[in-house]
């Protein structure tokens, strides 16, 4: 909206840029397109923005299956994040070159390289370091295009529309999202039986991106820079727009290019860029970390975290689309990024403090709706307000500027969550396996720890119950007729017995074959029989736990030595997660805190007479000096 500086800018003051020789562009536009091809342009732009967030976020939807299929824990991970972030922000810089050699050619070019790094590179990672590298590369291209996307908005959308036109925007990170979490729920199943799974997903977003490139390398186009970097408030300007643009020279379009950055490190710029930074910790949480957080916290599945994610996001979209309408319509924006800061603040406090309940899906899901809703009614009138005020000071340096807001990531954040969360990798790498183990064997698992002495009795004697349960028979005819086996334990071999005594035996045996069949059991095991009988009384106090004895020896010889290895340290990670995700997600409502404090540093009225009222103006300035060119 017209305010400040911008309309005091003499025209070819506006038009200063960083451009190369327009003859080398054949992608850029020399007259500023009708509607319909404006559209079509700003519709290729939100789907490249669509596509490029998918493919930065879909490892979201795999992420325990990664750290145990890759053999990375927590801190790994995040550190993963942290430098792939500082990567980003410093491809971000590099975008500041935008202004100088176009945006097309860079989403263009950057969307042929994350498409083949997705779909054919990093499915293939055998180990995190390659995959950390991988990813690396593939920020630093992700960090370019996602700076040069917005700037092709702000080229695209007067700023009359602007806050419309950066919702579609904004909805690239928020579809992005959306599409990870509805493609992961739909396709990863509820189990997972194999962890190297996750390359499933990067297989489909590889595909995506590679579609996405298609549509872009044959439609995608810019405005030249003598159209693009001038101050540009309703479609109205357009005639002066390019009556300024046919009378430029280069001399001209450099003029205002020495030092891009230091004419934009102002605190206005500065402080808002890491204002709203700081306010979407609580968004880059729940893109890295919400599987982790849900599955470990609240014992979701993968399949339904993910579930959870489409409620997220799509009242994300919801949000970010509707207030940019909304502020378009009333011609403000610093009231809707108060509302939304306000409804977001209070609903993270809502938010955490279910860690350690156990709230139902649906009630996580109104609440994750709420939160997100009120995050999009904040963030959509931000860009088209920092756009602007970008603009105020030099409509040149658009995406230098937007390079800077780029630049200015959550690097810091995601170095401090390891430390303040330390539960997740115990949970993460043992904590399923360690759940299931319970789950299946909590019987078992319930009779070792309510008898640990019988336990270590019937360990102690493994062998001798072993033996009592082989020799069931002979053992029990041997108890029957004590006197009559000791008498024939008199005679030194079986031939010196006599035959009346051993016919005897037979018959306490059984008689028959069957007799004899025992009574020779009993002579070739003796010393087996023997070692029985003589621990019998410590067996016989085992005897009343036979049941759960055999039911003990069934459980899988790995069970125990597991839960005895990881079994604490689990038990402690589920204490203290709660506690510390609630710590991290109070850091994550500070910096909500912290953007509401900013907003009255950026460019714009807060009411809308005001607004209208300075829109007016800015009409008759453009008609005044019309007129004059083109008397």
């Not at 960083?18 to 007259?31: C, E, F, I």
């Not at 810089?93 to 969307?111: I, P, Y």
């Not at 609580?282 to 849900?294: D, E, G, K, Q, R």
């Not at 609630?582 to 909500?592: H, N, S």
């Amino acid at each position: 909206m017209p305010q400040g500086r911008g309309d005091r800018v003499s025209g070819a003051t506006q038009t200063a840029i960083l451009s190369r020789p327009r003859r080398g562009t054949h992608r850029q536009l020399d007259t500023y397109p009708g509607t319909a091809a404006r559209m079509t342009y700003l519709s290729i732009t939100v789907l490249a923005t669509i596509t490029l967030y998918y493919e930065l976020y879909v490892g979201g939807s795999v992420s325990t299956l990664q750290l145990s299929a890759l053999n990375m824990s927590f801190t790994f991970y995040v550190l993963l994040l942290a430098f792939g972030n500082l990567i980003g922000a410093f491809g971000s810089l590099f975008a500041g070159l935008a202004d100088r050699w176009g945006r097309a050619t860079l989403v263009v070019t950057g969307l042929f390289f994350t498409g083949f790094f997705t779909l054919f590179v990093i499915p293939n990672a055998t180990n995190r370091w390659s995959f950390g590298i991988e990813t690396f590369v593939v920020g630093a291209v992700e960090g370019i295009c996602l700076v040069a996307t917005p700037a092709l908005i702000r080229d695209f959308s007067p700023q009359v529309g602007r806050a419309t036109a950066m919702g579609f925007w904004t909805s690239g990170p928020v579809l992005g999202s959306l599409v990870v979490a509805v493609i992961g729920s739909a396709t990863i199943p509820t189990v997972v039986g194999d962890n190297h799974f996750w390359t499933h997903e990067y297989y489909i977003c590889g595909v995506a991106g590679m579609i996405v490139w298609v549509i872009a390398f044959v439609g995608l186009r810019e405005l030249s820079p003598a159209l693009r970097d001038q101050l540009m408030v309703s479609m109205r300007d357009r005639a002066l727009v390019e009556a300024r643009a046919k009378g430029l020279s280069e001399a001209d379009i450099q003029m205002a290019l020495k030092h891009p950055f230091r004419q934009l490190m102002k605190v206005d710029i500065i402080v808002s860029a890491f204002a709203v930074a700081v306010m979407l910790l609580i968004y880059y949480t729940a893109v890295a970390f919400s599987l982790i957080y849900l599955t470990t916290v609240f014992g979701f599945s993968v399949k339904n975290a993910n579930g959870l994610g489409n409620w997220n996001w799509g009242f994300n979209a919801i949000g970010v689309i509707l207030v940019g309408i909304v502020s378009d319509r009333f011609r403000v924006r610093k009231p809707f990024m108060v509302l939304g800061g306000v409804i977001g603040a209070v609903m993270v406090v809502v938010y955490l403090e279910q860690a350690g309940h156990h709230p139902s899906y649906y009630t996580l899901a109104i609440m994750l709706a709420a939160l997100a809703f009120g995050l999009g009614v904040a963030y959509t009138p931000w860009m088209a307000s920092f756009t602007e005020t970008v603009e105020d000071r030099n409509p040149a340096l658009t995406a230098t500027g937007l390079a800077i807001w780029g630049w200015i990531v959550v690097f810091i954040s995601f170095l401090i969550i390891p430390v303040v969360i330390n539960s997740v990798t115990p949970l993460v790498n043992y904590g399923t396996t360690a759940q299931t183990y319970s789950t299946t064997y909590a019987s078992q698992i319930a009779f070792a720890q309510s008898h640990p002495q019988i336990v270590a009795s019937a360990q102690k004697y493994k062998t001798q119950l072993g033996y009592a349960t082989q020799f069931a028979p002979e053992l029990a005819v041997l108890q029957k007729n004590p006197v009559l086996f000791a008498k024939l334990a008199t005679y030194p071999t079986a031939a010196s017995i006599p035959p009346a005594l051993l016919n005897q035996a037979i018959a306490a045996a059984g008689g028959g074959s069957k007799g004899i069949t025992i009574l020779s059991a009993i002579s070739t095991n003796k010393a087996a029989i023997n070692s029985v009988v003589a621990v019998a009384p410590q067996l016989n106090q085992l005897a009343p736990y036979a049941t759960q004895l055999t039911a003990l020896s069934k459980v899988p010889s790995g069970v125990f030595p597991f839960l005895q290895a990881h079994g604490a340290a689990v038990l402690k990670a589920q204490a203290a997660a709660p506690a510390q995700w609630k710590r991290w997600y109070w850091v994550c409502f500070g910096g909500i805190i912290f953007f509401l404090l900013s907003i009255p540093l950026l460019r714009g009225r807060w009411r809308p007479r005001d607004a209208r009222r300075d829109e007016a103006e800015h009409e008759a300035m453009v008609q005044n000096e019309l007129e004059k060119l083109t008397a």
